[in-house]
């Protein structure tokens, strides 16, 4: 399995930060795990208030082991409280269903990893997320959905 580079990580980070700067939000806090949600890099801004971590990691361990956006977990959460209450505490508490999570994807489709943003609204840090991602080449599963359909495959093809 590839894992996203520390490289690609610090680029996606300081493209989340200068978008952010760019559209006056909240100070920020973002990280970038691997498969298996290793940390691979984070930042957080000056002002930024406390757990911030925890969200933005929360936010990426949601979307890596759901296999969709933490804003989608989150819809899942309301759809289905008990089994999503499970899903919670069998991760240990880490699960953190609200927008700003994203799975990282290559060319390829193939998921490499995972963004977490946090400190703003939920659809500024779902659309900061998604920015970085496309900022460095990478695709959202958004994109590699959008692909699929042109191709006729659907994502959980893959």
Known sequence: MTAISLAQAERLIDAILARGAELDCRPLAVIVVEPGCKVK?????DGS???RFEMAYGKAYAALAMGRSSKLV?????EKPIFMRYLIAASGEQIFPEGG??????HSGEVIGAVG???DTEE???????????AIGLKTDEDCAALGRRRGIRLSDR
Not at 41 to 45: D, I, L, P, T
Not at 74 to 78: C, G, I, S, V
Not at 124 to 134: T, Y
Request: hydrophobic share 40%; aromatic share 4%; proline share 0%.
């Open 101 to 106: 999570g994203l799975q990282i994807r290559d």
């Open 124 to 134: 500024r840090d779902e659309e900061l997320a998604a920015h970085g991602i496309r």
């Open 41 to 45: 890099a984070f930042k957080k801004e």
């Open 117 to 119: 943003v946090t400190g």
């Open 49 to 51: 208030s406390m757990i």
């Open 74 to 78: 989150k819809l899942r959460a309301e």
